[in-house]
């Protein structure tokens, strides 16, 4: 795996064994991940950054862990299925638009959230 796909993944990790701890503090490892349908050494290898979880993995967890789900997928750079099919309906111009945004800040990024929100209510 490479460099910066470790690190997003030992992030990621982190994030998940803070929210279990926080949540489920009172439970083992081994309780936990039988209460989602996987193993131990899987939810452990996942906090600890190592391999790359599926996509329905992470979104098990985020629901188990009360984590918003499109932010966790976003962090792994994955993309839930709604947002791939918007890309693939409009791959003409989504691609186009996140390579010119690429350098926004995050002031900018919210603005344009909020103009594209007003434009999806106008044309309802």
Do not use: C
């Not at 279990?20 to 503090?25: L, T």
């Not at 939810?43 to 190592?50: A, Y």
């Amino acid at each position: 795996m490479e460099k910066n796909k470790e690190k997003m993944f030992k992030k990621l990790g982190k994030i998940f064994q803070r929210a279990r701890k926080k949540i489920y503090k009172d439970v083992s490892l081994r309780e936990f991940s039988k209460s989602i349908g996987m193993t131990h050494a899987g939810i452990k290898n996942i906090e600890n950054g190592k391999g790359e979880p599926r996509k329905e993995t992470l979104l098990k967890l985020a629901e188990k862990l009360e984590l918003d789900p499109e932010v966790i997928l976003a962090k792994a750079a994955k993309l839930d299925n709604e947002i791939e099919n918007l890309i693939s309906e409009k791959s003409d111009t989504v691609p186009q638009f996140l390579r010119t945004a690429k350098n926004l800040t995050d002031e900018q990024w919210k603005e344009i959230t909020r103009q594209a929100r007003k434009m999806d209510k106008d044309n309802s």
